[in-house]
């Protein structure tokens, strides 16, 4: 896999470069124009776009924002992108009408060398997320004649076989960007042969999203941790009640099963923070793990499982972490993921925080990034990766 270091040392002054960067933001919709809540994945692709244009490169950025359905729509425009981009890098950023038409074409064709265009957003056209491999390539066919060679620094995208991502890099030279290449060397290090003990966090939303990693995990980890909203279907699994707590039926039985194969290593919360209702305002209490009652859902782990995780994390020397413990966009379910994030900070070996809430989380409750060996953009990408899944946004850039 060539890195855009070896595209630099060719020399990529006046060249145009297509950069496919990560820039899916979370947007605050409710003020009048939208306003990014956590610009994270901007600054992550910094690096890979300062050095391009610090080299004289014309760079030409695609990227996705949210999911617009295959057609241009004002709420998912990468306007607000553009403008924190430019602020950003302190040059202007020019935003194209379109993704690969007329106005990329005459844009992309106007940049002097150090100057950075974005396009609109790739999934303002349908054939981006096709499965139809030629829908597919017309539009590749389309972004690369817009440039001369493809870097690839959009790790939170490389497990889609999207047109700006797979079919694209078929077409011209194609390089991993920085963000890229450091993803690829932590999660090289996490399953090659990672210093033991071995312990992986996960949390968030769906069990059903992550029961495949964890399948493949648990042969390798010395302990699996268990919190968020995808406890409660294995705590049903040991036959407790969980209340009105995310709950999936359907699962129970697989859980049941990686209970029984692999129960001494998987440990689930002792305590939960439970409400009468998802609100901020809610009346809060903490229960027993085996006694959520009828009438409340659990929304945060409790303080003796934040000790139990704590204590479970304490010898560690590897440690993946995936999925908020709780609810911790509203502050009373937020002290499950504090106290998980900041045990996981003070690990003695690698610590890697995967997943685009988790790393929201780490932001938004204040903690600091710098405690952790990588903060990964790529959420359903690092899973899969973990999965030992082929990505074929990494397959293409290999050959
Ligand atoms: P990541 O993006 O880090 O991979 P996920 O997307 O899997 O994480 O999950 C994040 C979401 O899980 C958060 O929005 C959080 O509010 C939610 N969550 C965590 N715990 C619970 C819970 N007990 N009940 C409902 N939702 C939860
Ligand atoms: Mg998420």
Redesign the pocket.
């Known amino acids: 896999m060539r890195s855009v270091d070896d595209l630099l040392a060719e020399g990529v002054s006046g060249r145009r470069v297509l950069l496919r960067a990560d820039l899916n933001v979370p947007l605050d919709l409710s003020t009048r124009s939208p306003v990014i809540s956590d610009d994270g994945r901007i600054t992550a692709s910094l690096p890979t776009l300062q050095a391009l244009r610090d080299a004289g490169a014309r760079v030409i950025v695609a990227a996705h924002l949210g999911r617009p359905k295959g057609a241009p729509d004002p709420q998912f425009s990468l306007a607000p992108v553009a403008a924190r981009l430019s602020e950003l890098l302190g040059v202007p950023v020019a935003l194209a009408a379109d993704v690969a038409g007329e106005d990329a074409t005459a844009k992309a064709g106007a940049l002097g060398d150090g100057d950075v265009l974005l396009l609109e957003n790739v999934r303002f056209e349908a054939a981006e997320t096709s499965k139809d491999d030629a829908a597919r390539g017309e539009l590749a066919d389309r972004l690369a004649a817009l440039a001369d060679v493809y870097v690839d620094d959009a790790f939170g995208a490389v497990h889609r076989k999207h047109a700006s991502v797979f079919d694209v890099a078929e077409r011209l030279p194609h390089y991993a960007g920085r963000l890229v290449a450091r993803e690829l060397e932590v999660l090289t290090r996490l399953t090659a042969d990672p210093e033991r003990p071995y312990v992986v966090v996960l949390?968030?939303?769906?069990v059903s999203?992550?029961l495949a990693v964890i399948e493949a995990l648990l042969p390798k980890v010395d302990r699996l941790l268990i919190?968020?909203?995808m406890?409660?279907t294995f705590l049903a699994a040991q036959d407790h009640g969980v209340g009105s707590?995310?709950l999936e039926a359907d699962q129970v039985d697989t859980c049941r099963r990686l209970l029984t194969e692999a129960g001494d290593k998987i440990v689930l919360p002792v305590d939960v923070v439970c409400a009468d209702r998802?609100a901020a305002d809610a009346e809060v209490s903490v229960t027993p793990a085996d006694a959520v009652p009828d009438d409340l859902?659990?929304?945060?782990v409790g303080p003796l499982t934040v000790d139990l995780f704590t204590a479970d994390l304490a010898d560690a020397r590897t440690v993946f972490w995936?999925?908020?413990?709780?609810?911790?966009?509203l502050a009373p379910?937020q002290a499950g993921t504090r106290g998980v994030a900041e045990a996981v900070g003070t690990v003695d070996g690698l610590s890697v925080v995967?997943?685009?809430?988790?790393?929201a989380?780490v932001r938004q409750l204040g903690l600091d990034e710098a405690s952790y060996g990588h903060i990964s953009t790529g959420?359903?990408a690092s899973?899969e990766y973990l999965e030992g899944r082929e990505l074929p946004g990494l397959a293409v850039l290999a050959d």
């Open positions: 949390g968030g939303s769906k999203d992550k919190g968020g909203g406890c409660f707590s995310l998802f859902m659990g929304l945060d995936n999925g908020p413990m709780g609810v911790f966009e379910f995967g997943g685009g809430d988790s790393a989380a959420g359903g899973l």
